[in-house]
């Protein structure tokens, strides 16, 4: 008889105890537990990095060479594992030229079908090639904005702010300020302009020259300085302010002074090609009437309906044949719930969540059979709604022939499992061990299993009485995305819960408008604790996204001097690369080098606390230079990183590890897990500090040196919120968070509520973006976005107490809300 499981046999990836499993194939197996118990290094570290290696030697020399530097699993045996497929949460972010159409390679099939079977214009002297029809090629970019359908501008609203302030006082709000601000300022008053009168009263010709000039003149300067400073003339030459703005965000290496001045451009569709990206040859040629930018614009639901006849047509020819394959993938999409998404959305305007189903349907369509796909948390950031449509996919994956591992925390897909691997009991050390393998409903009997009480509602928590807002804060008139004219109203003093199905404009409303509007009215007043770095990134980590956002319209706002301060955690990562972890980004580490530098040896050998910094060329190794990794490129395969073989992950030379403090060396501090630093920093108060708000917000698991690279967008977010928690606030801060249960097991989720429920109770003011219903029943206020996504979004369908949204006609939300509410009022 053929054996029917994968067998895993001394697993001891990462925090796993020699753990030995059988599970079985062609099943939908669940795997949970607590963050950081092991469930994803036995799914991914384990059962998946072995089948890649068995890949990788089964193809080629070069390949096996390379499986030494990426490592193999540490695993005495696995037998019955099939060829393995990962579909992870991408930690990386896609760039602005990546669309839904590139990631699922729909815009491919798009480009043929109007290369083969589209309506040329008359003269047209051949059929163009199909990448012809891509702003990504440089046959097919409109060659004014070279593909992106966006060309950057200054105006001198842009540039002018206030016009009332007279150049001495600042009136251009884009200069530089310090020296180089004053100096323009100097040139101008030589050459000749009054830079005292208000800016508006200035003659349009010299305000126009001013701003605009391509000029740059050369005059001596005869600065006036304080008494008894030196009044030294110098050569000057004079730069306008289009000139400064456009130079410093096209050739700045500094991340700060590009990130200045692109809040003073505005991004206006290009003038050729009216923001269709491509050249005028290609917009010529038509299908149904439309041009291709025309019908890559159209969500995918619509565009399925509008090839629908072209393919229900017989025969083998070009355009029934194309349009056949292009419906029969849209409809899958739509079944996922992604049918308002538009082919030519950027993907770095996608969630996580809407990546991984993107990829998931791409799946799909391969036709594979008797493969192992190792999915992470596919329902992450989906609203329930959308989550029934997921669980179908997975069980036409599964009735393809396929085995489906999935690392999961909504109890709802768990349910749904043909088989539960429940790692545990806790995280880091004090996990990695397998409590149950086997029928969900036998769960039931592992009494270790943090898992057990959520999946059987043994333990719901208890029903909450809604607090008494302070205030409110009011939008009018908004208008950006799918949001249209639209009123919203948020109580202040309260925790508010926004909700709606996957782009019904949750984000748009809460992330962009409700916190450009806040951060607008308290001004920028400086680096904020949102901004995508940290004390610890360095300029390679901070996004190089170019694109300025498009800014939202709203007719008024009310309510805004209640608050004092903003906070915007998001899930960016912390950083992109090895360098960038958990403890520089906290600033911890700052604490801990000085703790090394203060040993006796260190002090002997004249080292400060820079030489323990793996930044620093003196104390890091030079190999890797202080990253631990290596990146290792595969070829045709995504790249990796692998230890560094002279230091082997250490980070440092071994001079600097000869430095010890009770015993253990730099290195091993960065190895320690929150938990255990906290113990052994304890009589360290900067240290201890951090640690303790990081323990509070359920990451104890976590290594002080772990990669940025390796944490979800959950945990990075939780890192984020812990580094807000340590800074002493003062006044009324609103904290705006962006899904923030996501990748939480339900018993790391009611640790984060504690701490959000506490700021409330500080008297802040928390809006959370969230799809869990269990959060959404405990909060004070709901706002309901819907009823769909996309154009059938953008308005408040239901907003008030969750018991009043949840006995709310027409909302999608409403049913899964009175579902948990009624099992929050029976316990």
Same mark, same amino acid.
């Given at each position: 008889m053929v054996d029917s499981y994968v067998r895993v046999r001394g697993a001891r990836e990462h925090n796993l105890r020699g753990i030995d499993v059988d599970i079985p194939r062609d099943a939908l197996v669940a795997f949970t537990g607590v963050s950081g118990s092991g469930k994803s290094s036995l799914a991914f570290g384990t059962l998946y990095a072995e089948a890649q290696r068995r890949y990788f030697e089964s193809v080629a020399p070069y390949a096996r060479r390379l499986i030494h530097q990426v490592g193999a699993p540490k695993v005495e045996e696995i037998s019955g594992l099939p060829p393995a497929v990962a579909l992870e949460q991408r930690r990386s972010a896609p760039t602005s030229r990546s669309s839904v159409g590139t990631v699922t390679t729909l815009s491919n099939t798009l480009r043929m079908l109007f290369s083969r079977a589209g309506d040329y214009p008359p003269g047209s002297t051949g059929r163009l090639d199909s990448d012809a029809f891509s702003p990504n090629?440089?046959?097919?970019?409109?060659?004014?904005c070279h593909g992106l359908g966006t060309v950057h501008r200054v105006t001198e609203d842009s540039l002018v702010p206030d016009p009332s302030r007279s150049i001495r006082d600042g009136a251009v709000a884009a200069w530089p300020g310090a020296w180089q601000g004053k100096n323009l300022r100097d040139i101008l008053a030589t050459l000749g302009h009054d830079i005292d009168r208000p800016w508006r009263e200035l003659p349009p010709a010299d305000r126009e020259w001013i701003l605009f000039t391509d000029e740059q003149p050369v005059v001596t300067v005869h600065p006036v300085r304080e008494a008894g400073r030196i009044q030294r003339p110098y050569k000057g030459q004079y730069m306008s302010a289009r000139r400064y703005v456009l130079h410093t965000f096209a050739d700045s290496k500094s991340e700060p002074l590009r990130k200045r001045v692109r809040e003073f451009m505005t991004a206006e569709p290009c003038p050729a090609c009216g923001g269709r990206r491509l050249r005028p040859e290609a917009l010529a040629v038509t299908f149904e009437g439309h041009d291709i930018a025309t019908?890559?614009? =159209?969500?995918?639901?619509?565009?399925?309906?509008?090839?629908?006849?072209? @393919?229900?047509?017989?025969? %083998?020819?070009?355009?029934? *044949?194309?349009?056949?394959?292009?419906?029969?993938r849209i409809e899958i999409l739509t079944e996922l719930g992604l049918g308002y998404l538009g082919m030519d959305r950027p993907a770095p305007t996608l969630s996580a969540g809407e990546l991984q189903r993107l990829r998931l349907a791409t799946q799909l369509r391969s036709g594979l059979f008797g493969v192992v796909y190792v999915l992470d948390e596919p329902s992450a950031g989906l609203h329930p709604a959308d989550t029934e449509a997921l669980l179908t996919v997975?069980?036409?994956?599964?009735?393809?022939?396929?085995? =489906?591992?999935?690392v999961e925390h909504d109890m709802d897909v768990v349910r749904? @499992?043909?088989?539960?691997? %429940?790692?545990?009991?806790? *995280?880091?050390?004090?996990?990695?061990?397998?409590?149950?393998?086997?029928?969900?409903?036998?769960?039931?009997?592992?009494?270790?299993s943090a898992t057990r009480p959520f999946l059987f509602a043994t333990e719901p928590p208890p029903a909450r009485t809604p607090r008494t807002p302070t205030g409110t804060l009011a939008l009018h008139g908004v208008t950006l995305h799918n949001l249209r004219d639209l009123d919203a109203t948020f109580p202040l003093g309260v925790f508010t819960a926004v909700t709606g199905v996957s782009g019904s404009g949750k984000s748009t409303l809460v992330t962009r408008v409700l916190a450009e509007?806040?951060?607008?009215?308290?001004?920028?007043?400086?680096?904020?604790?949102?901004?995508?770095t940290g004390p610890g990134a360095s300029a390679a980590d901070v996004d190089q996204a170019t694109e300025p956002a498009p800014r939202a319209r709203l007719t008024a706002a009310t309510?805004?001097?209640?608050?004092?301060?903003?906070?915007?955690?998001?899930?960016?990562?912390?950083?992109?690369?090895?360098?960038?972890?958990?403890?520089?980004?906290?600033?911890?580490?700052?604490?801990?080098?000085?703790?090394?530098?203060?040993?006796d040896e260190a002090r002997a050998r004249g080292y400060t606390a820079g030489r323990f910094s793996f930044n620093v060329p003196a104390g890091r190794c030079e190999t890797c230079q202080g990253e631990g990794f290596t990146a290792v490129e595969?070829?045709?395969?995504?790249?990796?990183?692998?230890p560094c073989a002279d230091c082997h992950g250490a980070r440092y030379n071994p001079e600097t590890l000869q430095i010890t403090h009770r015993d253990r060396t730099i290195a091993d501090v960065l190895g320690l897990t929150v938990d255990d630093a906290a113990e052994f920093l304890a009589d360290v108060p900067a240290a201890a500090r951090s640690l303790r708000t990081l323990q509070d917000v359920g990451l104890g698991y976590l290594r002080l040196g772990q990669p940025a690279t390796e944490l979800s967008g959950g945990e990075a977010q939780r890192i984020k919120l812990a580094t807000e928690l340590q800074r002493t606030r003062r006044g009324h801060t609103l904290y705006l968070l962006d899904e923030p249960t996501t990748g939480l097991h339900p018993a790391d989720t009611e640790v984060l509520l504690r701490q959000l429920h506490g700021l409330v109770d500080a008297g802040h003011t928390v809006v959370v973006v969230e799809h869990d219903m269990g959060v959404v029943a405990g909060a004070d206020h709901v706002i309901d976005l819907g009823p769909g996504g996309g154009a059938e979004g953008g308005r408040i369908v239901a907003a008030g107490t969750p018991a009043e949204v949840a006995a709310a006609p027409g909302s999608r939300t409403a049913g899964y809300l009175a579902r948990r509410r009624a099992h929050r009022e029976r316990s």
């Amino acid at each position: 008889m053929v054996d029917s499981y994968v067998r895993v046999r001394g697993a001891r990836e990462h925090n796993l105890r020699g753990i030995d499993v059988d599970i079985p194939r062609d099943a939908l197996v669940a795997f949970t537990g607590v963050s950081g118990s092991g469930k994803s290094s036995l799914a991914f570290g384990t059962l998946y990095a072995e089948a890649q290696r068995r890949y990788f030697e089964s193809v080629a020399p070069y390949a096996r060479r390379l499986i030494h530097q990426v490592g193999a699993p540490k695993v005495e045996e696995i037998s019955g594992l099939p060829p393995a497929v990962a579909l992870e949460q991408r930690r990386s972010a896609p760039t602005s030229r990546s669309s839904v159409g590139t990631v699922t390679t729909l815009s491919n099939t798009l480009r043929m079908l109007f290369s083969r079977a589209g309506d040329y214009p008359p003269g047209s002297t051949g059929r163009l090639d199909s990448d012809a029809f891509s702003p990504n090629t440089a046959a097919g970019a409109c060659p004014e904005c070279h593909g992106l359908g966006t060309v950057h501008r200054v105006t001198e609203d842009s540039l002018v702010p206030d016009p009332s302030r007279s150049i001495r006082d600042g009136a251009v709000a884009a200069w530089p300020g310090a020296w180089q601000g004053k100096n323009l300022r100097d040139i101008l008053a030589t050459l000749g302009h009054d830079i005292d009168r208000p800016w508006r009263e200035l003659p349009p010709a010299d305000r126009e020259w001013i701003l605009f000039t391509d000029e740059q003149p050369v005059v001596t300067v005869h600065p006036v300085r304080e008494a008894g400073r030196i009044q030294r003339p110098y050569k000057g030459q004079y730069m306008s302010a289009r000139r400064y703005v456009l130079h410093t965000f096209a050739d700045s290496k500094s991340e700060p002074l590009r990130k200045r001045v692109r809040e003073f451009m505005t991004a206006e569709p290009c003038p050729a090609c009216g923001g269709r990206r491509l050249r005028p040859e290609a917009l010529a040629v038509t299908f149904e009437g439309h041009d291709i930018a025309t019908l890559a614009g =159209l969500p995918l639901a619509t565009l399925a309906e509008l090839l629908r006849p072209t @393919a229900a047509r017989p025969g %083998d020819e070009p355009a029934p *044949a194309l349009a056949r394959d292009l419906v029969a993938r849209i409809e899958i999409l739509t079944e996922l719930g992604l049918g308002y998404l538009g082919m030519d959305r950027p993907a770095p305007t996608l969630s996580a969540g809407e990546l991984q189903r993107l990829r998931l349907a791409t799946q799909l369509r391969s036709g594979l059979f008797g493969v192992v796909y190792v999915l992470d948390e596919p329902s992450a950031g989906l609203h329930p709604a959308d989550t029934e449509a997921l669980l179908t996919v997975l069980r036409r994956l599964k009735e393809a022939g396929n085995t =489906l591992f999935v690392v999961e925390h909504d109890m709802d897909v768990v349910r749904h @499992a043909d088989w539960i691997v %429940d790692i545990g009991p806790r *995280a880091g050390e004090h996990g990695g061990r397998v409590l149950h393998s086997g029928p969900v409903a036998a769960l039931a009997d592992a009494e270790h299993s943090a898992t057990r009480p959520f999946l059987f509602a043994t333990e719901p928590p208890p029903a909450r009485t809604p607090r008494t807002p302070t205030g409110t804060l009011a939008l009018h008139g908004v208008t950006l995305h799918n949001l249209r004219d639209l009123d919203a109203t948020f109580p202040l003093g309260v925790f508010t819960a926004v909700t709606g199905v996957s782009g019904s404009g949750k984000s748009t409303l809460v992330t962009r408008v409700l916190a450009e509007t806040v951060q607008e009215h308290l001004g920028a007043t400086g680096p904020r604790p949102d901004a995508d770095t940290g004390p610890g990134a360095s300029a390679a980590d901070v996004d190089q996204a170019t694109e300025p956002a498009p800014r939202a319209r709203l007719t008024a706002a009310t309510g805004l001097d209640a608050v004092d301060r903003l906070v915007r955690v998001d899930q960016k990562p912390i950083g992109r690369t090895p360098r960038s972890n958990l403890a520089t980004y906290t600033g911890l580490f700052d604490a801990v080098r000085k703790v090394f530098a203060a040993t006796d040896e260190a002090r002997a050998r004249g080292y400060t606390a820079g030489r323990f910094s793996f930044n620093v060329p003196a104390g890091r190794c030079e190999t890797c230079q202080g990253e631990g990794f290596t990146a290792v490129e595969l070829l045709f395969l995504p790249g990796t990183y692998a230890p560094c073989a002279d230091c082997h992950g250490a980070r440092y030379n071994p001079e600097t590890l000869q430095i010890t403090h009770r015993d253990r060396t730099i290195a091993d501090v960065l190895g320690l897990t929150v938990d255990d630093a906290a113990e052994f920093l304890a009589d360290v108060p900067a240290a201890a500090r951090s640690l303790r708000t990081l323990q509070d917000v359920g990451l104890g698991y976590l290594r002080l040196g772990q990669p940025a690279t390796e944490l979800s967008g959950g945990e990075a977010q939780r890192i984020k919120l812990a580094t807000e928690l340590q800074r002493t606030r003062r006044g009324h801060t609103l904290y705006l968070l962006d899904e923030p249960t996501t990748g939480l097991h339900p018993a790391d989720t009611e640790v984060l509520l504690r701490q959000l429920h506490g700021l409330v109770d500080a008297g802040h003011t928390v809006v959370v973006v969230e799809h869990d219903m269990g959060v959404v029943a405990g909060a004070d206020h709901v706002i309901d976005l819907g009823p769909g996504g996309g154009a059938e979004g953008g308005r408040i369908v239901a907003a008030g107490t969750p018991a009043e949204v949840a006995a709310a006609p027409g909302s999608r939300t409403a049913g899964y809300l009175a579902r948990r509410r009624a099992h929050r009022e029976r316990s």
